[in-house]
DNA sequence: ATCCACATTTGATCTGGGTCAAAGACACCC
DNA sequence: GGGTGTCTTTGACCCAGATCAAATGTGGAT
């Protein structure tokens, strides 16, 4: 479907799930073989909704680029967002046949995918894979697990300030940021879809991303530009307690 | 540790990770005599904390008999509850060195561990216990999720009403009630417990069981043994859209 | 039986965030 | 340019659930 892939860094590639991160440099030659002969491209416009909850899911795969979502809606329409697909990550449940949420995209999203069969078959030939795939959802369940606390037990501008720094560490290691660069980031998310992760309104959030900015802890260039003058102060307003 | 292994149904037992479940049926004889030599058994009684984050976590395990949590506590001691251990639930991060959460023994709890490096050796060696293990942490992974839509969306009513069909639901799969049995069990959680667990305060919970009550939704014997005259009010009340 | 340590309920009051409403601020198209 | 749709901000008011406080079970231990 597309004729170039797209490299994000020198070691690690977003591209394919069994590249990912730790797994890449054990990959054998004859797996990623095995692996090219099934993996296409797809691309979604900014709003498309990539597949419904409870649709048949043939697939699994990665986001090369662009912003995702995954979210459950009740039928009154109230919608929680319960996971946030960035660059690298995996999307897919292998052994599922269907969807369990709504994954809708963000902004344009290129995502590299796999035939569910065949992926799967490789995972059963390869038990590196399968491991990798078992490292991959124990991060994804710790991550949910952190967006519990966030939901249940922290405020509203608590709640602001840990999605600033979730996206804020995910976009530096995507780019390769240094550790002392200035952190400046484009919010990937409207205030209707920060909401939605959060458990709030979006009244609510602009009105606790506008306390942050006139308190200093951001500041704003347009509405979506984000500078953070000072990460550790972001990180004592989010209340973490992993000061990592 | 223990003498007679507790077995809490003909098919399928509670004990031993490998036994679970889909598992249980494929498991072959030599592969369960090396599990045996390094299974033991662990008590722990009502409120005893059974890990605490970020210790140093040597076995995986399962929970036999008993309830226990897994919560999270921020240093002003706000605490969410992440994750509720039933009977026949899995304990423990294969690949992980410390503990993520806190575990605690909310009633009496009977576990039955593996020390890890031994369980990690066979689950290398053995893809179909591998493959098990990513079934059950995808499991875990759509009950946390489910668990983010109801802290982040649902009222106090909807959330007391949806903790209430959880336990029914596991409780009726324990003890193989059949489907139109009256739904009775006794609460294995406090107010307080609850509270944490729907991220709202003990008080709140209070209210909201008396109001659930008064209404006819459940009736209670004592504080803690609830009777559900009619589930699917119960489903209602929850706003659950997955009316199974 | 009495005491003690809890868990639980109930009441009174307060407040953070929701709701409703209106007014910017862009971006895009004709 | 003006028009139109979407996103965002801001204001006024309200209410579900938090907070503070006190009373009421309830089950051991002695």
């Given at each position: 479907?597309?004729q ?6 020198s ?11 730790a ?10 073989q ?9 691309r ?30 009740m ?7 319960v ?10 449940r ?21 035939r ?10 390869t ?11 124990l ?5 949910a697990?952190?967006?519990m ?7 509203a ?9 979730i ?21 990937p ?17 602009s009105?606790?991303v ?26 004592d ?8």
């Open positions: 479907m597309l170039e892939p797209i490299l994000t860094g070691q690690n590639c977003a591209e394919c799930p069994i590249r990912h991160r797994v890449c440099a054990r990959c054998e030659t004859d797996e990623l095995r692996l090219e002969e099934v993996k296409y491209y797809r979604f416009e900014a709003g498309q909704t990539i597949i419904w909850c409870g649709d048949r899911m043939d697939f699994v795969g990665s986001v090369v680029s662009g912003v995702a979502t995954l979210s459950q809606t039928e009154d329409g109230r919608t929680q967002m996971g946030l697909l960035l660059p690298s990550d995996f999307v897919g292998p052994g599922r046949p269907v969807a369990a949420y709504d994954v809708t995209a963000t902004t344009d999203v290129l995502m590299c995918c796999f569910k069969a065949p992926f799967e078959g490789l995972m059963a030939d038990p590196h894979i399968a491991h990798r795939l078992l490292e991959m959802t991060d994804e369940l710790d991550a697990r952190e967006w606390l966030v939901l249940g037990r922290k405020t501008r608590e709640k602001i300030a840990s999605l600033l720094s996206i804020a560490r995910r976009d530096a290691i995507l780019h390769q940021r240094s550790k002392d660069a200035p952190v400046v980031f484009d919010l998310l409207t205030r209707e879809a920060m909401a939605d992760y959060l458990g709030l309104t979006l009244e609510t959030v009105r606790q506008s306390a942050l900015r006139k308190d200093g802890v951001i500041s704003l260039e347009g509405k979506r530009r984000v500078t953070i003058p000072d990460l550790s102060r972001l990180l307003e989010a209340g973490d307690d992993a000061a990592t």
